[in-house]
C-alpha cells in the first residue's frame, strides 16, 4: 500500500515538471533539496521501483536551478 502510494505521488510529481514554468516553481519552493533529502535512497539505489521516476523529476529541476547547497 505505501509503495503505491509513493508511486502515484511521484508519477503526480513527474507529470507536474513537464512544464518549465512548474520547474521553476518547484525550484524555488527548494524540491531539489527535498529530493535529495527524502529519496536518496531511491535515487542512488538503480534497482529501486522509484528509480526512474525520481532521477526523471531531478534532472528536469536540476536543468532549471541547481545550487552547490543542494547537493551538500
Given at each position: 500500500?505505501?509503495g503505491?502510494?509513493?508511486?502515484?505521488v511521484?508519477g503526480?510529481?513527474?507529470?507536474?515538471?513537464?512544464?518549465?514554468?512548474?520547474?521553476?516553481?518547484?525550484?524555488?519552493?527548494?524540491?531539489p533539496?527535498?529530493?535529495?533529502?527524502h529519496a536518496?535512497v531511491?535515487?542512488e539505489?538503480?534497482?529501486?521501483?522509484?528509480?526512474?521516476?525520481?532521477?526523471?523529476?531531478?534532472?528536469?529541476?536540476?536543468a532549471?536551478?541547481?545550487?552547490?547547497?543542494?547537493?551538500?
Amino acid at each position: 500500500m505505501a509503495g503505491e502510494l509513493q508511486l502515484y505521488v511521484c508519477g503526480l510529481v513527474k507529470s507536474l515538471v513537464r512544464t518549465e514554468r512548474n520547474q521553476q516553481i518547484m525550484c524555488e519552493a527548494c524540491l531539489p533539496h527535498e529530493l535529495l533529502s527524502h529519496a536518496t535512497v531511491a535515487l542512488e539505489t538503480e534497482t529501486h521501483f522509484l528509480h526512474r521516476l525520481m532521477q526523471y523529476v531531478f534532472e528536469r529541476l536540476a536543468a532549471q536551478s541547481l545550487t552547490p547547497r543542494d547537493l551538500r
